[in-house]
Structure formats: structure tokens, C-alpha cells
């Protein structure tokens, strides 16, 4: 049995692959996967991607991208979520700040830089109109770290996935300020470009397996109260986010790359635009 390894956030999301894996899918096909939760985020699992420390990562559409761009030798082989991430804007409860626009000039909480959580700091300052030169950050890793920087002051706000952190408001934690979705689809999955070339009739296999799953877990009986049940989400929480949330089983779209190379180029956190053929690998 071929051992492949695979790595993405500890979220929701991802449940269709923790299904397959439970049903022995995968083995079923002769595959041994392994997944390794990653709460850090895209920016972790892009470098264990790059150091040889996994197979196949399901990370945000932005931040493979702008490491490819940066000469990573990594590709998207295919689209996995389809539609925009939601992503909450967060003050600690008792902080002064009462609407988004009192955050120009203050300290975001990032997971890493590079994460989505960087990237989006400097769409949502866009979306403002705020100069984004000014953006500080402070490095916090993980929901818990962000958690523990904005009630001590560290940082002001933090961007995270609306539904992730809703728990968090519920409780006090956490107060939202808006919501800002990505301009494109949210999820891919990535590989390096040596995995591809030694691995690429498996990770064919791998890819049947999953989207089988994706295309009909929205169907799956009682899948709502699945997912609240093992993410510890509001059961009308899981079906709002079911409601405005699709898989894809195809690979993304050149217009995908180009809006997502463009943006990036725009804000400054690329030094020139990247190819399609440098981004994209079509199995």
C-alpha cells in the first residue's frame, strides 16, 4: 500500500476527506493517506509542502498562488471549494473598536505571513480605501494565539473564517465587526511539482476519490447535524454555511489565476504577474 500524505486547515471544510478516510476509501484503491491537521494555515502548509514534509495540501487559493510567484515549486491540480471564503473581522470583545473603520492603522493578528489571514488583511484595506504601506501585523499561529493576543492587547483585530470562529462570538471572545469574502474561489489542492511527477497516476486516484465525496456530500442524510456535531457549530450556523457554500471537481479557471495574480500584483505582494502555466497542472 502506497503511503501519501496530506495536510489542511482543522476545519469543516474538510470533512469530506476525514469521511473517505473513515470508510476506507482511499485504501480501497491501494492508498495509504495520511492527513495531519494544520491549524496554522495556508502559509504553514505551503513551507511543509516545499520541505518535503507532505503530499498534498487543501490551502487557500490566494496563498499558493502568491508562493508560486515566488518560484515555490508547487501547483494546483485541482479547485476543491468553489465558492468565496467568509472571512469574520474580529476585536476582542472588549475592545474600543466598534466598526471596521476604526481599524485603519491599528495591529492585525496573523496566523503567518503568507496565510490567509495576511493576504486578506490587505484585501480588506483595499475594500476601505486605507493605505495598505501602513498594515502591521503581529504573528500569533494558530485561533488560540489570535485569541490570546487581541484580549492582551498584542494585536487589535483578526480575520478567520466567519463559522470557525462564530463559537468565539457566541461566547464573548470574540466581537464581529463585517465579514469580507474572498473576490474567488477559496480552496484548492496543491502539490509539489516532484510529487506530481512521481506520483501522478495515485494522486489521479486520489482525486476520484474525493470528488465522489464532494459531489454528493451536501446530500449525505443528517450531514448538517454531522458537522455541528464534530466541529461543535450551531446546528442553523452549519446549514447557513451549507447553504452558501459548494465543491468543486474540476480544476479552477485561467480567470481564477488571473484575478487572484492580479489583485495580489495590485496590493503589492507579488513583484510581477504569474503565468498560468507556472500556477496550474491539468490532469
Keep these: 500500500m502506497k503511503e501519501f500524505r496530506i495536510i489542511g486547515v482543522p476545519e469543516h471544510f474538510n470533512l469530506p476527506w476525514h469521511m473517505a478516510l473513515e470508510e476506507g476509501a482511499f485504501a480501497d484503491r491501494g492508498i495509504d493517506l495520511r492527513w495531519q491537521d494544520v491549524p496554522e494555515g495556508t502559509g504553514k502548509m505551503c513551507a511543509m509542502l516545499e520541505a518535503g514534509e507532505a503530499d498534498m495540501a487543501v490551502v487557500l487559493t490566494e496563498g499558493v498562488v502568491r508562493r508560486i510567484a515566488e518560484k515555490a515549486p508547487l501547483t494546483i491540480i485541482q479547485g476543491y471549494v468553489n465558492t468565496p471564503l467568509q472571512w469574520g473581522i474580529h476585536v476582542a470583545d472588549s475592545s474600543r473598536y466598534r466598526d471596521i473603520a476604526q481599524l485603519e492603522g491599528t495591529k492585525a493578528a496573523i496566523s503567518r505571513f503568507g496565510s490567509g489571514s495576511h493576504l486578506m488583511a490587505y484585501v480588506m484595506a483595499r475594500n476601505e480605501g486605507w493605505n495598505t504601506a501602513h498594515l502591521s501585523f503581529e504573528v500569533v499561529n494558530t485561533l488560540e494565539g489570535a485569541v490570546k493576543a487581541l484580549q492582551e492587547g498584542t494585536a487589535d483585530y483578526f480575520m478567520w473564517e466567519h463559522f470557525t470562529t462564530k463559537p468565539l462570538v457566541d461566547e464573548g471572545v470574540f466581537r464581529r465587526l463585517g465579514d469580507c469574502p474572498t473576490p474567488w474561489p477559496c480552496f484548492v489542492l496543491a502539490v509539489p511539482r516532484d510529487t506530481l511527477i512521481e ?49 468543486t471537481q474540476e480544476q479552477i479557471s485561467d480567470q481564477v489565476v488571473e484575478k487572484v495574480s492580479a489583485t495580489l500584483l495590485d496590493l503589492q505582494l507579488i513583484s510581477k504577474a504569474v503565468s498560468l502555466a507556472e500556477v496550474l497542472t491539468r490532469l
Design 199 to 247: 506520483n501522478r497516476r495515485l494522486i489521479g486516484h486520489i482525486l476520484e476519490v474525493i470528488n465522489t465525496y464532494t459531489a454528493d456530500f451536501k446530500r449525505i442524510p443528517s450531514i448538517d447535524r454531522t458537522l455541528a456535531n464534530r466541529y461543535e457549530l450551531n446546528l442553523n450556523d452549519v446549514n447557513a454555511w451549507l447553504g452558501m457554500t459548494s465543491w
